[in-house]
């Protein structure tokens, strides 16, 4: 990691730590005794069947958690439910320690702080890298201020900043269609990163990287790690040693509920984990 991109995650993770408050709809979000996200006994089913059944989670702040999971295991229902996309039958689902997002709108949702990648990439590919994160920034979208907006200093240095953060600050000028599936999901991330959520939900953000992209979104996260609170679903136990370096929670999904947590060599080592997703 470069100096320059070690002093910026440092004053970064320094502006976070002071922010304790977001606003929505004049209503704030405050971060009490370290706790992101508060999910408790969460139910959802589905035509008879219960892709939730009273699931429980908590995410510190700063913290970067993996959640692992065979198919089926209720991963991305859990993540519809945060955003909004789902409502559940029973439960409660709180950002920071007191607002709840099961009374918000999923534009609500990403306005008070909480951002959502799944697993395609989904960016402008007509345009450049640069265009893209500047479409991303938190700005005033009305057709007049789009007409007259000019980017101030302070965003252009956020744009640099994100571009050196996501590995593409030689790209700038690219045309995003070109960029190879690994860069295109590094830019989505950085179009995230431009909204300055304090949450962000990562949905098998390597899937179908090569080994050097992998290791790079891997470095990616860990820069983040402390500076936003990122929830990564994922299935390559490679990617989850890389991120977790053997002194991070991981916690195991398995029919909706939550099956086993604890540093990753523990959970492998967990019979009932091996029994239901490890195969061994």
């Not at 929830?231 to 977790?244: G, N, R, W």
Request: proline share 2%; with cysteine.
């Amino acid at each position: 990691m470069t100096p320059d991109l070690m002093e910026a995650g440092a004053q970064r993770l320094a502006s976070y730590r002071e922010r304790t408050a977001s606003v929505v709809d004049g209503e704030q979000v405050y971060f009490g005794q370290g706790v992101a996200l508060y999910v408790d006994e969460i139910t959802v089913s589905f035509d008879g069947f219960r892709a939730l059944n009273r699931l429980s989670l908590t995410i510190d702040v700063g913290e970067l958690r993996c959640i692992i999971g065979p198919n089926g295991a209720g991963k991305t229902t859990m993540m519809d439910c945060i955003t909004g996309k789902t409502r559940p039958d029973s439960g409660t689902v709180f950002f920071g320690s007191n607002v709840d997002l099961l009374r918000l709108s999923e534009p609500q949702i990403a306005q008070i702080g909480v951002g959502r990648k799944f697993q395609k990439p989904t960016v402008y590919e007509q345009l450049s890298v640069f265009e893209n994160l500047e479409l991303a920034l938190k700005a005033d979208r009305r057709v007049r201020a789009a007409l007259f907006h000019r980017l101030s200093g302070e965003q252009l240095a956020r744009i640099e900043e994100v571009l050196l953060l996501i590995h593409l600050k030689d790209a700038a000028q690219r045309t995003a269609g070109l960029l190879s599936h690994g860069q295109k999901q590094w830019l989505e991330i950085g179009m995230l990163l431009m909204q300055d959520p304090k949450l962000l939900l990562l949905d098998e953000p390597v899937a179908g990287m090569t080994d050097e992209e992998t290791e790079r979104t891997a470095e990616l996260f860990l820069t983040l790690e402390g500076q936003h609170s990122l929830v990564v679903v994922e299935h390559d136990m490679k990617f989850v040693d890389q991120l977790t370096q053997g002194r991070k929670k991981v916690t195991v999904l398995h029919e909706g509920s939550v099956l086993a947590e604890g540093l990753l060599s523990e959970v492998q080592a967990n019979e009932k984990v091996v029994e239901v997703y490890l195969g061994r």
